[in-house]
Structures are given as structure tokens and as C-alpha cells.
């Protein structure tokens, strides 16, 4: 079956939303809130029905369309395209199934297209995510057999249900080791009237030596009780104190630190109250400090005031003075501006001179100099060549010095090896003596003598391991054999009936075959003997030819033969090296002639530019930048000097005016500056000063009853913190903060003692006469009673039980014949509830073995496409994946080390249970052919093995149709773009 398009009306938050020409595999991707969850729902809902206000499982009811639902196309091979609508709320049936020969259907139709399939397996096979793996790992071997078999036949797990209730109604009736059954509880009791029939001739004659018994132990027991109630109480007791001592112990403790601190007297909040008058008077502090500041800044400020008040007449004078002056302060103001400025010019042009020694330099040499971009190119091409050049060259020195070091230190280490260097012929006769190709020999064939052993004995490992497995088994099978002969033995004597007994011969028969057939099987293991021969006799020559003086001589060779290659190796380095030098010295004569030819361009641009041939070339383009604004300067300075000679002419013509206008006012001064600020400043003042003279007299009478408030107040604050000191009986603020931290540790001592005594007994005697050993000794002593005492009370029950048995057995008249009747009675009822078990016993085995049958078919392919996945996902770290006897999973590592399925990690874990059930769904696939869908099942997967995974589902969607929801983008990134469908945020 495959889903060809979706079509929704609204389910949840998604309305009108539409879905089609869905691929073999398609990516659904979306953020989250995008509605994902809503769509894998919406797909479970069209083909299952929708979830009950019952069921735990959100409902997705639209909040704003009333139209609960929607269509899914699909196409089935038996029934070909097929188009499903389903509404909430729609009657009859809220399904309609609509075929392309134009057949209609409701529910039982969509059954029948489905193949009985219902949600529970859909979701346990072919839907999961992360959290839904859990369903197949929890299952045992014989529970997946059963699982398939039950889910082929009905879609459900109903037969697996009809199987767990026939065990549990087998088990009810009997258990080959229970009590409670209802078949033990019967054969036990007939064992049990079987020993009294035997034993209730004897007695006839005992009955009155068992009163004497009975009275003698009753009047112990009532003893031993009593002084069991005196132990107990006593025990109690001790147990409460026990209980009690910590609590005792930590107020011995309070009260030993509360003593020292019983003296102590501190005012009620006083740490709050002091902190607050410290504030308090830190503001006030700084309050008076600035009101006594602006105080004699106010006084300074009248007597200044006071100078600079002047008469009317004189004001009037003044104030003419200042009308007719406006425009002969601007022209100064200008004169002085263009002075200065050009001062400015004439010092930067010096000090430029200087840098650059024009002192014999005219402006009209200057002004002639070439300072265009042609010769500033050329000047920045010189400098750059020569920095590359000079460092290139040091460079090159550097590399020269290295290489010379590095000859030296080689011809030292050649003088050393040829020092150490046996002459030729010594060294070839030493060489004939040693027969190194012999002993290579001989260690390549102990060593490959040894691996032979090594694969031999892991051989008879493994199939000493199969042998105890099959071993294993085989005890079963001979277990469950002797049991079913052993249980119709028992059924034939109990019951006379002696065909069940053919029951048992017939497995005793088979136990027989099974045991003759694994006689025959047995594993012949191959024999070891000769490798280890073998491998002795190889060791025996090796030892024998590392005798100490051959020794000597190989490792003098091969001492010899490693100086040698050394030497070589040096020589050869060696001769590198010389020629690497030669290399480097050519280049060094090319990078030195280069650097004398750029000396000559640099030293031919300074003389077109007057610079000086001592100057360093570092400083050629910041001196070009200099005379370039010298240049500029010389300019500005002549258009200021053209400036001032007119402004010069407007000055003069006003003066005139200016000095006749001083001499009537009484105002003596060369400095005309001096003299508008004065005349000016004298006007301004003497009208301010008047206004603001009044003003801050009204401030310092404000300022004086401000600065009595402040002091009085701080008097106050004062006056309360040596009130807190004289209650703390201390003097200074230290010694207050310690008594405040002394008293507050008081307090907190008080309230946790007073918590202690509430959980102590009233009286303290109870508890003070203990130590804690003594309680420890008595509460052992108190044990020790209790349990010598609680032993004899048993004991003589047990035997007044005994008794008092035997007693009434005795008083009873008809004893014997009431036993008899009640044996025969129950044997009855023994024999109907056997023919119930052995009926459910016949229903179960046929049952199991129609499903053993099944599992044989279907669990080997399972594992085998498991196991196949296993390898892909993992990238073939793990390689089998198998089932013990006791029906756990087990996985087996290349190495092979074997995990259960807790020890592995949780991605590991997470792809042997993907493995499970892809290999669930592909088995599956040609009978239940429905589409995979995965939610995010694969989050813990690393990069390497979610590629692995991604591979897999490609590869299962050329038989199968695969949807997969996340919200991972770098997963979109394994798949075409046509297999990708995003959702937009809804």
C-alpha cells in the first residue's frame, strides 16, 4: 500500500491543508510547532478512526472549523487507487471508501482493504519514533514468535492474550512445584489422610499422658508470654531514650555555649536602630558640610560685589563709549586672528626647514621643486624596493649561518661514527661468522607455528561453548521429559488409570532417541600434540643459537651494520646540505647586487628633491610629504600677509576717534584691548551687582537657620547612639557590632533549645542516668532475652499444637472411619479437576505448536535481516545479533565480545531495536505491505552512522514507502530535493 496524496479539512491546527504526489520516500521537514505531529496523526486517524475522549491520546479537534477530518489517497495491488474520507460526526458511518470501479464501502470495507490491520500493530511495527522503540526490545524469543503468528492471523495480539490465559488457568488447577494450585493442594492433602489412616490405629492409649503434657506447657507458655511483655516494654523504653540521646546530646551542647552569653543585655533591635542612626547622621554631615560651604562662598561673593558698583554719571560715559566702539573690536578681533595664524605658518614652515636642513633652501627653489604623483611614485617604488631587498638579504645571511651550523654538527657526528667503525675486512669476516638469514628463519617459523596453535585452540573453544550450549539444552529437553513421566505415573497410580502410563514410556522412548542422537553427534575436537611438538622443538633450536657467545657476536653486527647506515645517512645529508650552501650563496650575490643598484635611484631622487645624502631612507617619503606642505604653507603665508595690510588701513582711520573719545572719560591706557574689556566689564558688573546683591543676602539668612536645624538635629541622632551604648554597656561602635553578633547567636541558641526540651520528656532523670555505652550494653542484653525467650514460646506452641492435635484425634470416637471416607472423598474430586488440566494441557500444547511451527518460518529471516541492517547501521562493528536459551537478546561485536542489551550504549542500543524492526517490517512486508513512517527516530545517531541509517531507509523504500518527520535540517542534507517537503510555520 502506498500513500499517493492527503487532502485536510481541519484537524488540529491545520486547515485546508493539502498534500500530494507523495513519493516512495519522502522527507517531511519542520520546525517544531509546524505540525508534524498533527500530520502523522492525521494519517493514523484516516485509517484507524479517530481517538476516543477514552483513550489517552490527543484528539487534535480543530478550535475554528467545525469540518473534523479529511481524504487519503492511496493505492493498494489487490484493490488499486482507493480514496478514503473521513469525518467526525458523519452518519451512519464516519468513513467512506471510494474505489476507481466505483465501488463505496464504510469501516468493514477499510478493514478488509487493510487486511485486518488496526492501529495497536500498525504503530508497534511500521510507525515509531525515539520513544516508541521499546515495544519489540521488551520482547523474549518465544514472545516474538508469538507475536507473528498472532498479529498474521488477526491484525491483533488477541491470540497471544488466548495463549497467557490458558497458562494462567493451567496454573490455577496445578504446578508441578506450587501449594496453592488447586491439584497440589488436593495431593497434599490426600498424602496427608493417607499418613493418618496410618497413624490413627496407635493411638488409642495416650490420651491421658497428653493432658499431663498439655497442662505442663500451657503454664510455661503463660509464663514465658509475661516475661516476653516485661522484655518488650523494657525494650521500648530503651529504644525511645536511644531515639531521644542526640537530641539530649545537642542540648547539653546549647546550653554549655549558652552560658558565657547569659549576661549579655542589648537593646531591642539595637543593630537595626544603630545602622539607622549612623545613616541619619552621615546625611546630616554632609548636609551642614555644604550649607557651611555655600555659606562662605556667599559672604566672599558680597564683599566682591561691593567693589564693583559705580555711579550713575560714570555709567552713562561708559555706556557711549561702548556704542561707538562694535566695529573697531571686530577689526582687531581680525587683526589678531590673521596674526596668529599666520605665526602659526611662519613656525610650522621653520620647524619644516629644519627637519628637512633648507636653511640655504629659497621659497622660489622650494616653490620650483617637482612634488607631482610621478615623482611620489617613484619615490614609494625606491623605499619599498629597498626594505624587500635588505630583507631578503638578511634572510639569506640568516639561512647561509644555519646551513654552515648544520654542516659543522654533521662532519662532527661522521668523526665520531668513523672513530667507532671496524675496517673493512674485520667487518666482512664478522659478517660471514653471524648467519643472520638463519635465526630470521627460525623465528618466522615459531612465530607462525605459534599462530597455528593459537587458531587451533580458539577452535576448540568455541566448540567446547557450542558443546555446553547443546548440553544445556539437551538437560532441558530431558527435564521436561521426565516430567511428563514422572506426572503420568502419578495421574495412573492416583487414578487406576494405566494408559496414562503409556504417556510416560512413550517419552522415556524418546528420551532414548535424543540421548542415542547426541551420542552420535559428538564433536571430535582436532588434536594439538604435534603444533606443540613442534613449536618446543623450534624454541629449543632458537635458545640453542642465543647462546651468550653468539649473542656477542650478532649484537657486535648489527651495532656494526647500524653505524654504517648512520654514516651514510650523514654523508648523504651532508652532501645535501653543500649543495643547498652553494644555492644560497648564488642568490645572496644577486640580492646584494640589487640593493646597490636601488641605492643609486634613491640617491639621485634626494638631490632633485635638495634632501640630504645623509638622510636614512626610512625617511625619504615623510620628507617628501614635508616639502609637499611646505609648499603649501609659503603659499598661505603670503595670502595672510595680503590680508593684514588691509585690515591695517581700517584700524588706523579708527583710532583717531578712539583716543578722543578715551581722554574725556579719564581712561588712561595703551592696551585698546584692555580697555573695551574694562569699560565693558565695569557696566555689566555695576548693573548685576546691584540685583544680586539683595538676593544673596535673602540666601545667607536662609543658609544660617538651615545650618541650626542641621546641628540640632545631628545633636539629637547622637544623643540616641550613646543612649544604645549605655544599654550595651559598651563605648565605642566596634565593640557595639561584636555585642549585637554575641547577642543575635544568644537568641538563635534560646529558640533552638526551647525546640529541643519540647521533644525531651519532662523529666530529664529518665534520660541524664544513661551513658551512651550503657544504652548500647542494655539494649543488646534486652535482644539477646527477647530472642532466647520468643524461641522457647515456639517451641513448646509447637509442641502443645502437637499435642492438642493428638488430644482431639483421641476424643474423637469414629476417627479412623471419618479419615477413610474424606480420602476416598477427595481422591474423587482430585480426579475431575486432572481431566480439566489435562484438557487445557492438550489445547495449549496444540496451540504451541501450531506457533512454533510459524516461528520457525519467520523468527530465523528476522534475525538474518537484522543482523544485516545491524552490520549497515553500525558500519560493521557489530555483526550478529542472537538469542539466548532464556530468551534475552544478545549482540556480537567484531572483536568478538558479546553485549546484552543494557550494556550497550543508548544510540547503539537504539540501532539494534531500528534493526528489529525494519527487519519486523521487511518480513512482514509481502503480507501487511503499509507505508514506515519515522518520528525523529534516530536523534542519538552520530554523523558516520545516521549517513548508515539514511542509506538503509533508501534502500527499504525501493520495496517500501517511507515517511519521515523531523525537525533536524542537517538530515535533509542525505536526501534530492524532490524528496523534501517543507512545512511552513502554521
Not at 503468528?149 to 495480539?157: C, I, L, V, Y
Not at 600677509?641 to 573719545?661: D, G, S
Amino acid at each position: 500500500m502506498k500513500i499517493l496524496s492527503l487532502h485536510i479539512y481541519a484537524y488540529g491546527k491545520l486547515e485546508d491543508y493539502h498534500l500530494s504526489d507523495i513519493p516512495n520516500l519522502q522527507v517531511i521537514y519542520g520546525k517544531n510547532e509546524a505540525g508534524k505531529s498533527t500530520l502523522m496523526s492525521f494519517i493514523h486517524s484516516i485509517l484507524f478512526g479517530f481517538p476516543t475522549k477514552q483513550q489517552a491520546k490527543q484528539r487534535y479537534e480543530p478550535k475554528t472549523h467545525t469540518k473534523y477530518g479529511g481524504v487519503m489517497k492511496i493505492n493498494s495491488k489487490t484493490y488499486g487507487t482507493a480514496v478514503i474520507e473521513r469525518i467526525k460526526g458523519r452518519s451512519p458511518e464516519e468513513v467512506i471508501v471510494r474505489l476507481e470501479d466505483g465501488r463505496t464501502g464504510g469501516e468493514d470495507f477499510l478493514k478488509e482493504i487493510l487486511h485486518g490491520m488496526n492501529e495497536h500493530f500498525y504503530r508497534n511495527i511500521f510507525s515509531f519514533d525515539v520513544h516508541g522503540l521499546q515495544k519489540i526490545h521488551q520482547l523474549k524469543e518465544e514472545d516474538i514468535g508469538r507475536f507473528l503468528f498472532s498479529a498474521s492471523a488477526s491484525g491483533t495480539d488477541a491470540l497471544l492474550k488466548i495463549e497467557n490465559e490458558l497458562q494462567k488457568e493451567m496454573e490455577k488447577l496445578f504446578k508441578p512445584n506450587g501449594r496453592n494450585p488447586v491439584i497440589n493442594k488436593q495431593i497434599q492433602r490426600l498424602r496427608e489422610l493417607e499418613q493418618q489412616l496410618k497413624n490413627g490405629k496407635k493411638k488409642n492409649d495416650q490420651y491421658g499422658k497428653v493432658i499431663i503434657k498439655i497442662e505442663e506447657l500451657q503454664h510455661e507458655i503463660n509464663h514465658l508470654l509475661s516475661e516476653e511483655k516485661k522484655i518488650r516494654e523494657e525494650r521500648s523504653s530503651i529504644q525511645q531514650i536511644e531515639s531521644l540521646w542526640p537530641i539530649y546530646v545537642e542540648k547539653i551542647e546549647i546550653e554549655r555555649k549558652l552560658e558565657p552569653l547569659q549576661a549579655i543585655v542589648f537593646p531591642i533591635d539595637g543593630l537595626d536602630r544603630f545602622e539607622n542612626f549612623q545613616q541619619r547622621r552621615l546625611h546630616l554631615q554632609a548636609s551642614l558640610d555644604a550649607a557651611l560651604e555655600e555659606q562662605n562662598k556667599i559672604t566672599d561673593e558680597l564683599n566682591q560685589r561691593e567693589k564693583e558698583i559705580i555711579t550713575t554719571e560714570d555709567e552713562a560715559n561708559i555706556q557711549k563709549i561702548i556704542e561707538t566702539k562694535p566695529q573697531y573690536q571686530q577689526w582687531l578681533i581680525d587683526q589678531n586672528r590673521l596674526e596668529q595664524k599666520k605665526a602659526e605658518v611662519e613656525g610650522e614652515i621653520n620647524r619644516i626647514q629644519s627637519d628637512l636642513h633648507f636653511y640655504e633652501v629659497s621659497e622660489e627653489e622650494v616653490a620650483s621643486l617637482n612634488t607631482g604623483i610621478e615623482m611620489k611614485g617613484r619615490l614609494k617604488k625606491g623605499i619599498q624596493n629597498h626594505f624587500m631587498l635588505k630583507n631578503r638579504l638578511d634572510e639569506y645571511i640568516e639561512r647561509l649561518k644555519m646551513i654552515d651550523q648544520q654542516i659543522k654538527v654533521i662532519e662532527e657526528q661522521c668523526s665520531q661514527i668513523e672513530n667507532q667503525l671496524l675496517p673493512e675486512q674485520e667487518f666482512r669476516t664478522l659478517q660471514t661468522r653471524v648467519n643472520e638469514k638463519h635465526i630470521d628463519t627460525l623465528q618466522q617459523k615459531y612465530e607462525w607455528t605459534k599462530s597455528q596453535l593459537n587458531q587451533v585452540e580458539q577452535q576448540k573453544s568455541a566448540e567446547e561453548r557450542f558443546r555446553k550450549n547443546e548440553q544445556k539444552q539437551f538437560k532441558m529437553i530431558i527435564s521436561f521429559i521426565l516430567g511428563i513421566f514422572l506426572l503420568s505415573s502419578a495421574f495412573a497410580i492416583v487414578f487406576n488409570r494405566w494408559e496414562l502410563l503409556m504417556i510416560g514410556v512413550i517419552a522415556l522412548i524418546l528420551l532414548f532417541l535424543i540421548k542415542r542422537g547426541a551420542k552420535s553427534n559428538k564433536i571430535h575436537l582436532p588434536q594439538d600434540q604435534e603444533i606443540r611438538a613442534e613449536l618446543v622443538e623450534l624454541e629449543e633450536k632458537i635458545n640453542q643459537y642465543e647462546q651468550p657467545a653468539n649473542q656477542l657476536l650478532r649484537h657486535q653486527l648489527k651495532q656494526q651494520q647500524q653505524l654504517r647506515e648512520q654514516w651514510k645517512q650523514l654523508i648523504l645529508t651532508l652532501e645535501k646540505d653543500e649543495r643547498e650552501k652553494e644555492q644560497w650563496s648564488d642568490r645572496y650575490q644577486q640580492i646584494h647586487q640589487d640593493v646597490i643598484e636601488n641605492e643609486e635611484v634613491l640617491m639621485e631622487l634626494k638631490n632633485e628633491l635638495f634632501l640630504s645624502t645623509e638622510m636614512e631612507w626610512s625617511m625619504m617619503e615623510e620628507a617628501f610629504d614635508e616639502i609637499v606642505q611646505l609648499k603649501e604653507l609659503q603659499r598661505i603665508k603670503k595670502a595672510y600677509e595680503k590680508q593684514l595690510a588691509e585690515n591695517e588701513i581700517n584700524l588706523q582711520e579708527f583710532r583717531l576717534l578712539m583716543e578722543k573719545t578715551a581722554n574725556n572719560y579719564d581712561i588712561h591706557t595703551k592696551n585698546e584691548n584692555e580697555l573695551f574689556v574694562r569699560l565693558k566689564d565695569m557696566q555689566l558688573r555695576s548693573q548685576e551687582g546691584q540685583l544680586h546683591r539683595k538676593e544673596l543676602i535673602k540666601k545667607q539668612k536662609e543658609l544660617e537657620q538651615q545650618i541650626r536645624r542641621l546641628k540640632k538635629e545631628k545633636q539629637e541622632i547622637d544623643q540616641e547612639i550613646h543612649t544604645l551604648f549605655t544599654i550595651a554597656s559598651i563605648e565605642n561602635e566596634e565593640d557595639f557590632r561584636l555585642q549585637a553578633q554575641r547577642n543575635k547567636e544568644k537568641e538563635k541558641l534560646a529558640e533552638k533549645l526551647v525546640l529541643l526540651k519540647e521533644q525531651l520528656p519532662k523529666d530529664p532523670i529518665l534520660i541524664e542516668k544513661w551513658t551512651e555505652s550503657d544504652l548500647q550494653k542494655k539494649k543488646e542484653d534486652l535482644r539477646a532475652q527477647l530472642e532466647t525467650c520468643l524461641q522457647k514460646i515456639k517451641l513448646h506452641q509447637e509442641q502443645l499444637a502437637a499435642l492438642n492435635y493428638e488430644k482431639n484425634i483421641l476424643e474423637e470416637g469414629g476417627t479412623y472411619s471419618n479419615i477413610l471416607h474424606e480420602f476416598h472423598q477427595q481422591k474423587s474430586i482430585l480426579n475431575k479437576q486432572a481431566k480439566k488440566w489435562a484438557q487445557l494441557a492438550i489445547t495449549k500444547y496444540s496451540f504451541l505448536k501450531t506457533m512454533d511451527q510459524y516461528k520457525q518460518k519467520k523468527l530465523p529471516a528476522i534475525i538474518q535481516y537484522a543482523e544485516k541492517f545491524l552490520f549497515i547501521l553500525t558500519n560493521g562493528q557489530y555483526i550478529r545479533l542472537f538469542v539466548e536459551e532464556n530468551g534475552v537478546f544478545k549482540v556480537e561485536r567484531n572483536d568478538g565480545m558479546f553485549f546484552d542489551m543494557q550494556e550497550l550504549s543508548q544510540a547503539t542500543g537504539e540501532q539494534v531495536y531500528t534493526s528489529l524492526r525494519f527487519a519486523l517490517a521487511h518480513v512482514l512486508q509481502p503480507e501487511f505491505p503499509y507505508p514506515i513512517i519515522i518520528d525523529d527516530g534516530f536523534v542519538h545517531f552520530d554523523h558516520q552512522r545516521t549517513k548508515a541509517v539514511i542509506d538503509l531507509i533508501k534502500e527499504l523504500s525501493r520495496s517500501s514507502q517511507v515517511l519521515i518527520f523531523t525537525c533536524h535540517k542537517h538530515l535533509i542534507d542525505h536526501f534530492k530535493p524532490e524528496q523534501i517537503y517543507v512545512m511552513a510555520e502554521y
